[in-house]
């Protein structure tokens, strides 16, 4: 005897499949590196064909660390570093990344080791740190699940070494001055057209840029003078870059010294190409191990004239 399929029985069907149906996986991003700096890598994230709607996480370590087991560590792991790219970046900009939630096939560009004046992103004190200089490392990257769609797997496992470029005429980075004032080769440094003293400007360094192009400004403003102080030799771009940036900075005064503040927008550019030339992406290079050398304000100010 046949038997007779209703109307009704369609839908409790349709209802019941519905509530067991899967969550669908988004498809796996991938990552390869654009330029290498000593203590910095810049990558660019490229999103399969169901995007990472709600953003994308990137894991790194040493690659001496990886190599020593073969495989990736368990979320926690102390040599494991981690960021969720979620929101809206405002420093490194400059290649157009506006968001860090990608449509299908959309790209966003990072840079892992100078992520500590970066928005849109959550990450622990220890992965906003600059990556060991001269080291290599590897890295992978994963969509973020959202409601009713689960992460994709992990991309493959991109293995990159951060440049090695030691030499004389050369630069050190906004972390390394950061961490070592003790070898600092001038004791105050004009920002615009206000005088700050080194106790000060330690104070501004350990301030989170939070979304104030000011702060990440000085940072590497702040730097790029230092290192000139100590013998770099700024090409053309760079030095146009800081009048240009000593100009828009004005009397500003940057938290947590003062209140000042300028729009990322405003700023971007101009803390881009100070942040190459800081980490040896432009310019001389970066210095390695060497010391700073001596100087006085006035040789600051004649070479970055």
């Known amino acids: 005897m046949r038997r007779l399929v209703t109307p009704l029985c369609l839908a409790l069907a349709a209802a019941a499949f519905a509530g067991s149906s899967f969550a669908a ?25 169901s995007g990472a709607p709600a953003g994308f996480r ?18 926690g792991d102390a040599s494991l570093m981690q960021a969720d790219f979620t929101g809206t970046p405002t420093l490194n900009t400059t290649d157009g990344t506006a968001s860090f939630r990608l449509g299908s096939n959309a790209v966003a560009g990072l840079q892992i080791g100078d992520l500590f004046d ?14 060991a200089a001269n080291n290599d490392y590897v890295v992978r990257v994963q969509a973020i ?55 000060q400007i330690l ?19 702040s730097a790029a003078k230092l290192n000139i102080a100590q ?15 000593d100009a828009l900075i004005g009397n500003l005064v940057a938290p947590p010294i003062g209140s000042g503040s300028l729009s990322p927008s405003s700023t971007s550019a101009l803390t881009q190409t100070l942040d190459d030339f800081n980490n040896g992406v432009t310019g001389p290079g970066h210095c390695g191990t060497v010391g700073a050398k001596s100087a006085t304000w006035g040789v600051l100010k004649l070479r970055y004239r």
């Open 58 to 75: 990137v894991q790194w370590m040493p690659a001496s660390t990886f190599d020593a087991t073969g495989t990736w560590p368990a979320s």
């Open 203 to 221: 104070q501004i360094y350990n301030q989170p840029a939070a979304g104030n192009g000011l702060i990440s400004l000085f940072h590497q403003l």
């Open 25 to 49: 996986t988004l498809d796996s991003p991938q990552i390869q590196p654009v330029v290498s700096g000593r203590t910095s890598i810049k990558v660019q994230v490229a999103a399969g064909q």
């Open 118 to 131: 970066e928005t849109g992103l959550s990450a622990n004190l220890n992965s906003v740190q600059e990556l």
């Open 231 to 245: 013998g770099a030799v700024a090409p053309a771009a760079v030095a146009t870059a800081l009048a240009n940036a």
């Open 145 to 199: 699940g959202d409601a009713g769609v689960d992460a994709s797997t992990w991309s493959a496992t991109m293995r990159v070494a951060a440049a090695n470029t030691a030499i004389q005429n050369c630069t050190f980075t906004q972390g390394y001055w950061k961490n070592h004032a003790n070898v600092w080769p001038v004791s105050s440094l004009m920002i615009g057209t206000v005088t700050y003293t080194e106790a």
